[in-house]
């Protein structure tokens, strides 16, 4: 258990725990180790006397964690932390709307405020694709990929071909499997 040691988060504790168990039964309490006699004094509480009691260094108040459901939210942070990266890489070398609406579920309004955000304009008009065998290159190159994850399979594709906006890179694909 980590003791918490300042008052300003004992009584922020202290206030979750009487509201969190204002409504409770009496198993709540128990499990808790507050006693029936101990939650009434709690109840007739003032926010000064809470404050007081909060101060008093007469008890300790500490919070303990669960590591394996610590170890499962930390892994949520480090996905989510990925993901926002590849969406960043993604905007900025120049992904379509529409790709960036399959493959990250972001609207076009929100791309596009992302796109200024990240100093990330885009050319309006047709997009310059490059010569055939530089096409055909970028089509091997794509079949070649393994990976399961349509955005790694971009990702990748665009470190094979850096010099062409992933918009390119998305519009040659796309005129190879429309001839296919």
């Known amino acids: 258990m980590l003791e918490l040691q300042d008052p300003q988060v004992r009584l922020l ?12 039964e009496p198993r709540d309490l ?3 180790g507050i006693d029936s006699r101990q939650w009434a004094c709690l109840q007739r509480l003032n ?7 909060a101060s008093a260094r007469c008890f ?8 394996g459901d610590l170890q499962t939210g930390l892994r949520t ?3 989510i932390n990925e993901t926002r990266t590849l969406e960043a890489y993604f905007i900025r070398n120049g992904a379509s709307v529409g790709l960036m609406r399959a493959l990250f579920k ?9 796109r200024i955000e990240l100093g990330a304009r885009q050319r309006s008009g047709r997009l310059a694709l490059p010569d055939g065998r530089t096409r055909a290159r970028i089509y091997r190159c794509w079949s070649g990929l393994s990976d399961p994850s ?3 399979r971009f990702f990748q594709l665009h470190q094979a ?3 062409l906006s992933i918009a390119v890179l998305e519009t040659v694909l796309r005129q190879y499997e429309a001839q296919a």
Do not use: C, E, W
């Open 13 to 24: 504790v202290l206030n979750h725990i009487v509201s969190r168990l204002t409504d409770a």
């Open 30 to 32: 128990q499990a808790t």
């Open 47 to 53: 926010a000064l006397d809470l404050s007081r009691l």
């Open 60 to 67: 300790s108040i500490g919070v303990s964690l669960n590591v």
């Open 77 to 79: 942070v480090d996905l």
């Open 106 to 114: 972001v609207s076009r309004p929100v791309t596009l405020k992302r």
């Open 150 to 152: 349509q955005r790694a």
């Open 161 to 163: 071909f850096p010099n």
